[in-house]
């Protein structure tokens, strides 16, 4: 089910013959609304860095799937003959696809491998790290990105147990950290999950550079449309859009002049889900949509 679907596409104002990217086409329940929003010589590019999606696109000669990380936005539409685009859409993070299918690793309601990857071309698993990294990296990755309030204990523990035996599998991983769970199991446990899934997948830098690359190739006037679902995700959208940089403040070129943004601010508050929808579909609870236009 997507999230925010009417807001997204009512926000990107379709035109008809335009250009459209889906930086995130998963199940390709946004991409086909867009879809029917095109006329004959309209046309989609759809992008996921998961092959799995592929068996989604549908049969229509005005989509084109790119099986490629969005961090590679640019290089792509260049290399399918398109330098400027009319519209652009991300909705991050991992799909209903992936995370009920419990080989992928991404729920912790199953017992898997810890895998966490969204691209099988990804060497690195959450197993991977949580066997590796040192326990200062450990620490920084739960404390940055989950926001787990004991991450130094947790780091130690990590580095403890995985000394006694591999942490190879959710289930080892739980029991390994069993001991040092602060609050509500289920809650602390996601957080940890998050911190490790955005990591794996470099989730906080490739959202960075297709920012970068966003104000490159939408035409002015041309919208995008960026849904996040955790606070990480929606300072620097947020930030830049309103910036054109990662940073709460305007920043200074070497000449002291301020560095405006390319972008104007459609949305000033992130738009919500309703009730209704966070009733309906409880994954869209924590989205935020946030839309900005080309200058
Ligand atoms: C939340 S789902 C998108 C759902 C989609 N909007 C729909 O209506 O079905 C996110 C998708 O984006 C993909 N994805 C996430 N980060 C990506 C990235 N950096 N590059 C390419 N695809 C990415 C994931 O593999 C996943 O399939």
């Known amino acids: 089910m997507p999230v925010l679907l009417h807001e997204v596409i009512e926000g990107l104002q379709i035109f008809p013959s335009g250009i459209y990217v889906d930086c995130t086409f998963g199940g ?36 084109l799937f790119v099986p490629q990380n969005f961090r590679h936005l640019k290089r792509f539409l260049r290399l399918h003959q ?12 991992v799909s209903s696809h992936q995370i009920n299918e419990a080989e992928r690793g991404f729920s912790t309601r199953f017992d898997a491998a810890m895998d966490m ?70 809650k602390y446990l996601a957080q940890v999950f998050q911190a490790l899934r955005i990591e794996v997948n470099d989730e906080l830098n490739v959202l960075k550079e297709l920012l970068l690359q966003s104000v490159e190739v939408l035409i002015p006037g041309g919208r995008i449309a960026v849904i996040t679902f955790h606070s990480l995700e929606d300072r620097l959208v ?17 000449f002291g002049n301020r560095v405006k943004s390319e972008l104007k601010v459609i949305t000033k508050k992130p738009i919500v889900p309703s009730k209704e929808e966070q009733e309906q579909n409880p994954r869209s609870r924590s989205s935020k949509l946030r839309i900005a236009e080309k200058i």
């Not at 947020?238 to 070497?254: R, S, V, Y």
């Open 28 to 63: 390709g329940g946004h991409s086909k609304k867009i879809l029917e929003k095109l006329n004959d010589t309209g046309k989609l590019i759809v992008f996921d860095q998961d092959e799995d999606a592929k068996k989604n696109v549908p049969d229509d000669p005005h989509i």
């Open 238 to 254: 947020k930030n830049f859009f309103k910036n054109g940089n990662f940073e709460p403040e305007q920043q200074q070129d070497i």
């Open 82 to 93: 398109v330098f400027s685009v009319n519209g652009i859409l991300a909705d991050l993070g």
């Open 117 to 186: 990857r969204m691209s099988r071309n990804n060497p690195k698993t959450a197993a991977h790290v949580v066997q590796t990294y040192s326990e200062e990296m450990l620490q920084k990755i739960f404390e940055k990105y989950g926001e787990v309030t004991n991450s130094k204990t947790l780091a130690h523990h990590i580095v403890e147990a995985r000394k006694l035996k591999p942490i190879e599998t959710i289930k080892e991983f739980r029991n390994a950290i069993f001991p040092v769970v602060k609050g509500n199991p289920q």
